[in-house]
């Protein structure tokens, strides 16, 4: 036994190499895959993609996924930054009044809450829903934020763009920059408002994966977070003008319909539909939904049932219990296409990743003594 394994020594330390390089370039590839889930960015994207004519292997669990009015929806766990549900979340889609959120963290982040705000000819000029802000008049931008985002008023919008960002142009790139930062590289917005709007480079534009990063980085993750969730957990709000006194509602029923959504945005367009994104806290969760094309006139409660569906989705059997083999699952049910990615599944492959670095490490120690 002896004198073979000195006569074939090196064929047999050439045979263990290649199966070391074969196991570490599978455990690298698997890596690269787990870390393309977790990225916001362009790389899921390509996940969600390639899963798009998968089947669900377990199909109780497909019956069990909420059933939805929304034509795109995603659900996102803000603490693990994974998405646990989605429904053609990877399209670009009008969001009207959604863009909103990132209007006022960017005014928030870029500007003081207490500056004073001229108004433009342009900012009065902006059609309905809107204050009626007169131009010439002078406005602090704290009252402003909070016309924007209790009452969705579009002149609001237009006055705080122009003052941080010294035209709409220049704050739409302030908009887009943060967006992109922030790994949010499926939105394109042109409106501080989200009015439909076209240019020569695209349309103003969002997608329900983008929104809900959008939402988790207002409501958690900005240094402002705290004035973001001040101004849009109001539920009314009075301050005094030249014109009188002003009082602002906020339209966001999931604060008071319920017991875990801490913020939200409203929007709606003829393109758009209606539109809803949330952040809510629920079982000791960060989460935040949104829905897009959720019905048209005159079905503008649809989002509040979907809203809710969702939630209760992410916190039972079901969300938990729904993963394949793929990570990424879609189901065909009533014609539609549906997206998870499932928490479970990326757990159990991060420590299977560890204990394969540590075998691979192991591993590589004895083997040089052999040689």
Request: proline share 2%; glycine share 6%.
């Amino acid at each position: 036994m002896v004198i073979f394994l000195k006569k074939y020594k090196s064929k047999i330390a050439l045979m263990v190499f290649i199966c070391v390089l074969v196991c570490t370039v599978s455990c690298l590839l698997d890596f690269k895959t787990l870390e393309k889930q977790k990225m916001p960015g362009l790389e899921k994207k390509s996940v969600f993609m390639a899963a798009e004519n998968t089947v669900a292997k377990n199909t109780d669990k497909a019956v069990n996924e909420p059933r939805l009015h929304a034509v795109s929806a995603a659900l996102y766990d803000a603490d693990d930054e994974t998405f646990i549900y989605g429904r053609n979340m990877r399209d670009s889609m009008a969001n009207a009044s959604t863009t909103k959120l990132l209007t006022c963290i960017v005014a928030l982040e870029k500007s003081d809450i207490n500056d004073t705000v001229t108004i433009s000819q342009n900012a009065a000029s902006q059609p309905a829903v809107k204050l009626g802000l007169v131009a010439g008049n002078s406005y602090n931008m704290k009252d402003l934020l909070y016309g924007m985002m209790l009452e969705s008023f579009n002149d609001c919008a237009y006055a705080i763009a122009e003052h941080v960002g010294g035209s709409t142009e220049g704050f739409a790139k302030l908009m887009n920059e943060k967006a992109n930062e922030i790994g949010c590289l499926g939105t394109y917005f042109i409106t501080p408002n989200g009015l439909d709007a076209e240019n020569d480079i695209s349309f103003h534009h969002s997608t329900a994966g983008d929104l809900c990063v959008i939402m988790s980085y207002c409501a958690w993750k900005s240094p402002k977070s705290t004035q973001f969730l001040e101004i849009t957990q109001t539920m009314q709000y009075t301050f005094e003008t030249e014109e009188g006194k002003m009082v602002f509602n906020n339209h966001n029923r999931l604060l008071t319909e319920t017991d875990y959504c801490i913020s939200g945005k409203t929007g709606f367009t003829a393109k758009a539909g209606y539109c809803y994104v949330a952040a809510v806290e629920k079982d000791g969760r960060r989460m935040c939904l949104s829905l897009l094309g959720c019905g048209w006139p005159n079905n503008k409660n649809y989002k509040w049932a979907d809203a809710k569906s969702l939630v209760e989705y992410a916190v039972s059997d079901a969300a938990e219990d729904s993963y394949c083999d793929a990570a990424c699952v879609t189901t065909q049910q009533t014609g539609d296409t549906r997206n998870t990615i499932n928490l479970k599944y990326i757990e159990n492959n991060k420590k299977n990743k560890k204990i394969c670095k540590n075998f691979l490490k192991n591993f590589t120690i004895n083997i040089g003594n052999f040689f």
